[in-house]
């Protein structure tokens, strides 16, 4: 039997840890993109230094990014949430 269920509240830090975790993975890969184009651009002496701080800086940035954003839409979707319809999905149980 299918259930339907409602999001009436979204714990703001605990998404935004999950959204800024999921930032900082995706913008490590991003990094490591950056770093390999700058291996290969730029010769000499500070090519390491720039890939290093692209795989460094990158995930960093991204992990902040990622909770403040996750922080606001939480915000706004809670706000919103009460005044609006919330957000339903259905759900079935089984039996396992």
Do not use: C, Q
Request: charged share 10%; hydrophobic share 60%.
């Amino acid at each position: 039997m299918a259930a339907t269920k409602v999001v009436k509240h979204i714990d703001w830090l605990s998404f935004s840890v999950s959204m800024a975790i999921i930032h900082a993975i995706l913008a490590f890969f991003v990094g490591l993109m950056a770093a390999l184009v700058f291996a290969s651009v730029f010769s000499g002496f500070m090519h390491p230094f720039f890939g290093l701080a692209a795989i460094i800086i990158y995930p960093i940035m991204g992990f902040v990014g990622g909770f403040i954003s996750g922080a606001i839409i939480a915000l706004i979707y809670n706000f919103l949430a009460d005044r609006y319809k919330s957000v339903r999905f259905t759900v079935e149980e089984t039996a396992e």
